[in-house]
């Protein structure tokens, strides 16, 4: 969002990420190294000096309590970090067990198999690790928009788009956090539900094994989160009870299927039909994949005789999330209008907010979409537009709120 309309991110935001971006490196390799040991797959001796020595590194900097908090209320990150710390300690291991270890490579090709995630940023930031050592490494937009950061309680963004004031409310998207701002939902007059396609074959986790609890992995699914509750089942049940929320009756929602480009790519090694039965397409098909997963929050809208507007996006792709965003936003403007909607008067904010979560997404479907185009199968993301497009949203003496919800 900030990408597209807020003029992107400062220097000083860009510069305080970076640390962020040395935790998921961190993390990632961390994770892989744990995964050997539940899949059984035996390290090459030339490189077990190599795990012993980033272990070591993690278990030995911890970082200490700190009152830091990165823009817009991002988690910290676990390591005390400085450029020497991860250009001496990190990043001749990391690369070398990135490029030359078959194990660690093989342990990627199954993670997931591990009752923990492995971010999907890994392999980025593993390919560019050359740069991200460098000692003027300073994060670029994709950088960014790549890195995996927790979002800490409730952050709001206000953004001019098309001449209309709209403020997003950013709110954790964990099961345990979801108390804690569902009551904020009163008076929005739209919801955004990003749902992480991607992630149809993973169980929910809360959080990524961090560096500080790294002798703790084995324990990674015991917590709230069930490991046998697919992530992409729980968002259709959180957005099923937010259909149903008395909060939100009568609120239009926008659903962005996101992360099609991972989606594509997953899809002819781990068919959807492994993960949920009822699909009986072409295994390879990604098209018909993508389509019964748009269905199945179609389905959940109609079980409450809800309109919902649905998209396929990639969230990395500029043009494509800009035209899904605007669309959706189109669609929660033209259903507003038409039941004239009146948002709730607020004196500490301007009206027109959206609300997100942190990890994966909540969808919304609607009757709109099943006239929408087919779905492509490219490894290229080309969404599925429906619902109105390309109408600019009038200014108004009192902005609509909105709530932009992500798992």
């Known amino acids: 969002m900030r990408v597209l309309y807020a003029g992107g991110f400062s220097s000083d935001d860009r510069t305080e990420y970076k640390f962020s971006i040395y ?3 961190l993390d990632a390799m961390l994770a892989l190294i744990k995964g050997l040991q539940i899949l059984a797959i035996p390290m090459e001796s030339q490189f077990q000096s190599y795990v012993e020595e980033l272990i070591g590194f993690a278990a030995s900097n911890n970082a200490a309590p700190t009152t830091q908090v990165l823009p817009h209320s991002f988690a910290p990150p676990v390591i005390a970090w400085t450029d020497d710390k991860f250009q001496c300690h990190v990043y001749p291991l990391v690369k070398t067990l990135w490029a030359f270890s078959t194990s660690i490579r093989t342990c990627f090709e199954r993670r997931n198999e591990l009752p923990f995630p492995v971010p999907d940023c890994a392999i980025y930031f593993f390919n560019e690790i050359d740069r991200i050592s460098e000692p003027t490494f300073t994060p670029c937009e994709q950088d960014v928009i790549r890195m995996r ?8 963004h206000n953004f001019v788009i098309k001449s209309q ?3 997003f409310i950013d709110v954790a998207g964990q099961k345990s956090a979801r108390r804690k701002w569902i009551h904020l939902f009163d008076g929005v007059s739209g919801v955004v539900f990003f749902v992480s396609l991607s992630s149809y074959d993973e169980t929910y ?17 015991d917590g709230e989160e069930s490991p046998k509750s697919l992530l992409l089942t729980d968002g259709l049940e959180l957005f099923e009870s937010l259909l149903r929320d008395p909060h939100l009756e009568n609120v239009p929602f926008t659903v962005l299927l996101n992360k099609f480009d991972l989606f594509s790519t997953k899809i002819p090694l781990r068919p959807l039909r492994q993960f949920l039965p009822g699909y009986i397409g072409d295994d390879s098909d990604v098209g018909a994949s993508a389509t019964y997963i748009r269905n199945l929050f179609l389905e959940r809208a109609a079980n409450v005789d809800r309109k919902v507007h649905v998209e396929l996006t990639c969230a990395t792709h500029k043009p494509t999330i800009e035209q899904s965003l605007n669309a959706g936003l189109a669609f929660l403007q033209e259903m507003r209008q038409n039941a004239a909607l009146t948002p709730r008067a607020s004196s500490s904010r301007s009206a027109g907010t959206i609300r997100r979560g942190d990890n994966a997404q909540r969808g919304s479907a609607h009757q ?25 949203a009038q200014q108004s003496s009192s902005p609509p709120r909105w709530a932009y919800e992500s798992l």
Do not use: C, M, Y
């Not at 950061?149 to 709001?156: D, I, R, W």
């Not at 099943?370 to 993301?381: E, T």
């Open 368 to 392: 709109h979409s099943v006239g929408s185009p087919p779905i492509s199968a490219s490894s290229s993301p080309r969404p599925s537009i429906s619902g109105p497009s390309g109408t600019d």
């Open 165 to 167: 004031k709209w403020t």
């Open 23 to 25: 935790d998921n490196v």
């Open 205 to 221: 986790q809360d959080t990524l094994p961090a560096t500080d609890s790294f002798d703790n992995l084995d324990e990674a699914a």
């Open 149 to 156: 950061v927790k979002t800490l309680g409730v952050v709001e």
